[in-house]
């Protein structure tokens, strides 16, 4: 046998429908698209979420609410992860965001989950309750900026 004589199965290689290509192909003409009409043409095709001149869903469900361009968005540390950052005093949101706390420096707020015995200032925009009560208890101070 010679690298010449190799035949691939039969079935293997399959031509393409070449579309449009006289009467004779058997997709000649409309090119298997049928008679006139809105598929038949090119780019003739309805938006996906047309249907069928029925009312579409998004203008039969009601609106409702809105969105307040006036609310301050605050970035969340627990005193838990503060408790991470060492030998810094005070804590300042630019140590928070330099230690990958927080991803902006704007508005922080801290909560009061997790552990906190450390004497250092924190500063931030907000603290909760117990936040503000564990770091007085240790001795420090919770000061708002």
């Known amino acids: 046998m010679k690298l010449s004589e190799l035949k691939s199965p039969a079935g293997l290689k399959k031509?393409?429908?070449?579309?449009?290509?006289?009467?004779?192909?058997?997709?000649g003409?409309?090119?298997?698209?049928?008679?006139?009409?809105?598929?038949?043409r090119s780019g003739g095709k309805p938006h996906p979420?047309?249907?069928?001149?029925?009312m579409p869903l998004q203008r039969r469900l009601p609106k409702r609410g809105f969105t307040n361009i006036f609310k301050e968005h605050f970035e969340i540390v627990n005193?838990?992860?503060?408790?991470r950052i060492q030998g810094v005093d005070p804590?300042?949101?630019e140590v928070m965001k330099a230690n990958g706390l927080i991803r902006k420096t704007g508005n922080?707020?801290?909560?009061?989950?997790?552990?906190?015995?450390?004497?250092?200032?924190?500063?931030a925009q907000k603290f909760s309750?117990?936040?503000?009560?564990?770091?007085?208890?240790?001795?420090?101070?919770?000061?708002?900026?």
């Open 15 to 27: 031509n393409r429908k070449r579309i449009g290509r006289g009467i004779g192909s058997g997709t």
């Open 29 to 40: 003409k409309t090119s298997g698209k049928g008679q006139k009409g809105q598929k038949s």
């Open 49 to 54: 979420w047309f249907e069928g001149g029925q």
């Open 79 to 83: 005193l838990g992860q503060l408790a």
């Open 91 to 93: 804590i300042s949101p």
């Open 108 to 123: 922080v707020k801290v909560l009061g989950d997790g552990d906190w015995s450390a004497a250092v200032t924190i500063q």
């Open 129 to 145: 309750q117990s936040a503000s009560k564990k770091i007085e208890q240790s001795g420090g101070k919770a000061e708002v900026v």
